[in-house]
């Protein structure tokens, strides 16, 4: 029997999809090649942009013949987008073919309810359920193994539909990551680890006693063995001076920030809820700098936020004229159902979004052009 995992969305879902493989490795099954020859297929989506939720769905349709041809083929969608109970349930009526649609909750029962499938059962499943340490993974990602390290998220940005379906942030107790870490240190096969959340630089706040995400890293490098150790994501708002300080120190610690501005201008950070200004970020960018020569550092950006005007679009090329960074990510703003932003009076049109985005870009390329001959 083989299995096929189609992955989409973030690095935290490709390492969920590694938790996903280990479990049915568990089972019995065998990674297939390709979904034709699956017994199995698996969709782990993303629900960050329409465009994600779009491809889900267009991908998941053209299975139809495939189970029309093969009755005993058992299709799962799960995570961010059939998180959302309202998806979940469109899911199952524009695609009946589909057996088991869960969210991100509930991978830790996907094997009870294969097996209810098997029985002749259809099945649906996404109220909040717990976290299991013990699930396997089936590493995949070559020399980089990844290490979550909390869940969720609590800063509802009023565009992000990350907190809706990932749930409230949850850090796993440093002992448990050192764990692990010793343990992929242990094995030999791995030169990186990068460890994910969606917010980093807020791990073990929630903790008892609290643990900073700087002594957890300090921690980390302390490990006996040849590797590398990054992360994603860092937000601004919570960026110690003490994190620097680490990274600059332990040469173990990647020169790698990923520091997501999605925008230039005080009144649309404000508005999107990211609790810092342009100037707060730019003093980061300046201490980062600093202390840490030879540092990457890259960000996100979205264009046409509700009500951006183009002066303010403009106050985001003047930021990364400012910057310079090693790279970019440049989204248009996507409405999310539920979202505080998706609500928001002075929508932008799909033309200005475009135009935007398009000249964010060719700035990006402008800047690496004349990085690169320097
Ligand atoms: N936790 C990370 C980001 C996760 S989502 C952080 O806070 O930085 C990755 C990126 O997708 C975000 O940085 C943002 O730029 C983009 N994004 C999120 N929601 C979006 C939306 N509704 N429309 C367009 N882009 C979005
Ligand atoms: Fe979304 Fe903001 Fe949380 Fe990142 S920090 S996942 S953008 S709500
Ligand atoms: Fe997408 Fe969920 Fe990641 S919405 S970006 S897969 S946390």
Redesign the pocket.
């Known amino acids: 029997m083989k299995y096929f995992v189609v992955t989409y969305g973030?690095q935290m879902n490709v390492h969920e999809s590694e938790k996903i493989a280990g479990i049915l490795e568990k089972m019995g099954y065998e990674c297939g090649q390709s979904r034709e020859e699956a017994d199995i297929i698996v969709f782990n989506t993303c629900a960050?942009?329409e465009g994600a939720e779009d491809r889900v769905l267009g991908n998941v349709g053209a299975l139809k013949k495939q189970k029309k041809r093969n009755k005993n083929l058992i299709i799962v969608v799960c995570g961010c987008m059939t998180q959302k109970e309202i998806t979940a349930k469109k899911l199952m009526s524009t695609f009946p073919f589909v057996d088991i649609v869960i969210g991100t909750f509930n991978i830790s029962s996907l094997p009870d309810l294969i097996n209810n499938v098997k029985n002749g059962r259809k099945l649906e499943l996404w109220e909040e359920g717990g976290i299991d340490e013990t699930l396997p993974y089936k590493r995949t990602s070559g020399e980089n193994a990844w290490v979550n390290i909390m869940q969720g998220?609590n800063?509802f940005?009023t565009?992000?539909?990350?907190p809706y379906v990932r749930g409230r942030e949850k850090s796993r107790s440093e002992e448990a990551i050192l764990r692990e870490i010793e343990e992929i240190v242990r094995e030999g096969k791995y030169k990186k680890i990068t460890l994910l959340g969606?917010?980093v630089n807020s791990y073990g706040k929630d903790l008892m006693p609290q643990v900073s995400f700087a002594k957890l890293l300090k921690d980390i490098a302390a490990i006996q063995g040849d590797f590398e150790v990054g992360f994603m994501?860092s937000?601004p708002k919570d960026l110690t001076d003490e994190l620097i300080d680490v990274i600059a120190s332990e040469p173990k610690i990647e020169r790698n920030i990923h520091l997501?501005a999605?925008s230039g201008d005080n009144r649309i950070l404000k508005l999107m809820n990211r609790r810092y200004t342009r100037e707060h970020y730019l003093d980061i960018i300046r201490k980062i700098r600093n202390k840490i020569p030879k540092v990457r550092i890259t960000s996100?950006?979205?264009v046409g936020f509700p009500t951006e005007t183009e002066e303010e679009f403009l106050r985001t090329l003047e930021l990364v004229r400012e910057v310079r960074y090693d790279s970019i990510?440049a989204?248009?703003?996507?409405?999310?159902e539920g979202?505080v932003?998706s609500k928001m009076e002075g929508q932008i049109s799909d033309e200005v979004k475009h135009d935007r985005v398009n000249r964010l870009l060719k700035l990006e390329k402008q800047i690496q052009k004349e990085d690169n001959k320097s």
């Not at 565009?159 to 990350?162: A, D, L, N, R």
């Not at 989204?331 to 999310?336: D, E, I, T």
Request: hydrophobic residues 30%.
């Open positions: 973030c960050i942009r998220c800063n940005c565009y992000c539909i990350v969606q917010n994501t937000h997501p999605q996100d950006f979205i990510f989204f248009m703003y996507s409405p999310r979202t932003a």
